[in-house]
């Protein structure tokens, strides 16, 4: 079980220039991924993504990449001769149709603009994505290890909020009986205030408190909760992607504490029943973030 919660980094130094990559991810219902790059890697967009996809089944992931050319790079330029022997044939040319006196000088034909080469143009997406791509994968190894170990930590305190639970469905079950109890005092302070004479029976009064006994029984929820927890827990355990199956058994973990909670009368039972909605929702908050 893994967390969608984590970070990885890695870099690369050549001759020419440098490359990093970090990749931090939290949480999200599907593979999301975010990039910050320079221009000319816009082309390798879609080759990250695949990448990632084989390795990260979801959350929203940034990518940025930083791309640096070293300093002996930074101040070379190149010289394009074919353009330069072009201009200077065009120069003489212009020379002679003008009648200008003199020689070409060296200097004319240099301060065409156009005869530096940009370096740059040498670091194009084709020649950067093989050292990139093998930076992304170790990037991902990294940030998964991360996720792994963030989901072991979360295993472990969902695993005793799921104690919690247990313990607070056995104390429920104790005070369930209190439920009846309270409800026959009740009933009978109902009829004692209602005066005017209204005589006691005994025997629909009794009828009155077994059929409400039966209406709140929260025996079967409790049994239902329980085999819940059991499956919560099991999957859990179990390898590959969790999230969104411990959504779905918390969804039904929520509905029979709310039946329980609903069916108690009593101010113990119902502070426990709260207790065990507020415990169910924490684990909810916990699961959002599970892959």
Known sequence: MNSMTGFGRAEVRKKDFSLQ????????????????????????????????????????VTITVMLEE????????AIDLDMAASYYRQLKKLKKKLGLPGEIELSQVVAHPELL??????????????DLKKLVIKAVNDLRKMRADEGRNLRDDMKGKLLVARKLIVTIEKQSPKNVVAYRKRLQKRIKDFGNGVELDPQRLAEEVT?????SDISEECTRLRSHIDLFKTTLDKAGDAGKRLN???QEMGREANTIGSKS?????SAHAIALKEEIEKLREQVQNIE
């Not at 070293?70 to 330029?77: D, L, M, N, P, Y």
């Not at 080469?117 to 093989?130: M, Q, T």
């Not at 059929?211 to 209406?215: G, I, K, L, T």
Request: proline share 4%; with cysteine; aromatic share 6%.
């Open 211 to 215: 059929v409400y006994a039966d209406r």
């Open 248 to 250: 779905f058994i918390l």
């Open 265 to 269: 009368i009593e101010s113990q039972t």
């Open 117 to 130: 080469v940009n370096p740059e143009k040498g670091l194009d997406e084709n020649r950067l994505w093989p």
């Open 21 to 60: 990559i970090e990749l931090s991810s939290v949480n999200s219902r599907y593979l999301e991924c975010v990039f910050r790059m320079p221009r000319v890697l816009a082309g390798v967009e879609n080759k990250i993504k695949e990448t990632l996809s084989a390795k990260l089944s979801r959350g929203k």
């Open 70 to 77: 070293s300093a002996a790079r930074a101040g070379a330029g």
